[in-house]
């Protein structure tokens, strides 16, 4: 069960992705998470993506590639993985298709621009383990803790309004054509995702067949 979330920022991929890995026992893959551990560890990668991290701007290709391929290449892997933010360019999805890297579904959480914008600003994410909450839909069990982990919450620095329009403009020019590409194959599956958290969770469940 290898899949892919499409869908803009702040659709609701990382929610959905953490959900499904738990009922599904395979491990969601978030670049954004692990570009952003990459950052907080001080290492080169993160050096190498600060800038384009903060402008909103893409990672280069090659730099996305490389650490997709060690993560699904791990031994967790070997019975799935849910890709959330990755591929984001038609030249990923084509990368990940030369790599061997198959694909069973693809899921694109469709939502107004407006209603992420209003999103975005009570998004809170966990400094330590980068699971995704929010002040009124999907609030912690304790302010500013994450349940998970219990590390610290803390709003993303591309999540300033301004940066979050940046985003959604290139999600618009660069990703939003991978639908084209996989309705190709007869993989995409496009679901409403300006439903509740659990709504949404149950049409992807179905969409996978994982729920009849
Ligand atoms: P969101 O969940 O809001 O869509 P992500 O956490 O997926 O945001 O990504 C945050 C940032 O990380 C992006 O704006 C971009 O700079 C970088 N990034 C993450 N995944 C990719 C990717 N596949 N290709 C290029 N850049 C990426
Ligand atoms: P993405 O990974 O696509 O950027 P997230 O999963 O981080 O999106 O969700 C963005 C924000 O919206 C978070 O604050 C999250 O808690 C909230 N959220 C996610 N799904 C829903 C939903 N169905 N309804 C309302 N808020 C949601
Ligand atoms: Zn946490």
Do not use: W
Not at 173 to 184: C, F, G, H, M, V
Request: aromatic residues 2%; hydrophobic residues 35%.
């Amino acid at each position: 069960m290898n899949m892919i979330l499409l869908g803009a920022p702040g659709a609701g991929k990382g929610t959905q992705a953490e959900l499904l890995a738990q009922r599904l026992s395979i491990p969601a893959i978030s670049t954004g998470n692990m570009l952003r551990d990459a950052m907080a560890n001080g290492s080169e990668l993160g050096k190498q993506v600060r800038t384009y991290m903060d402008g909103g701007l893409l990672v280069p290709d090659e730099l996305i590639l490389s650490i997709v391929a060690d993560r699904v290449a791990q031994p967790d892997c070997s019975n799935g993985f849910i890709l959330d933010g990755v591929p984001r360019t038609l030249a990923q999805a084509e990368a990940l298709d030369q790599k061997g890297i198959g694909i069973d579904h693809v899921v694109s959480l469709e939502i107004d621009d407006d209603v992420i914008e209003r999103r975005m600003t009570g998004r809170r994410v966990c400094s330590h383990c980068g699971s995704s909450y929010h002040i009124d839909a999907h609030p912690p069990k304790t302010a500013g803790i994450c349940d998970q982990c219990g590390g610290e919450l803390a709003v993303r620095k591309d999540d300033a309004p301004e940066t979050v329009r940046r985003r959604l403009e290139i999600y618009h020019q660069s990703t939003e054509p991978l639908k084209d590409y996989y309705a190709r194959s007869g993989k995409l599956r496009i679901l409403d995702g300006s439903q509740s958290i659990e709504d949404v969770q149950q049409s992807i469940l179905k969409a996978i067949g994982d729920l009849v």
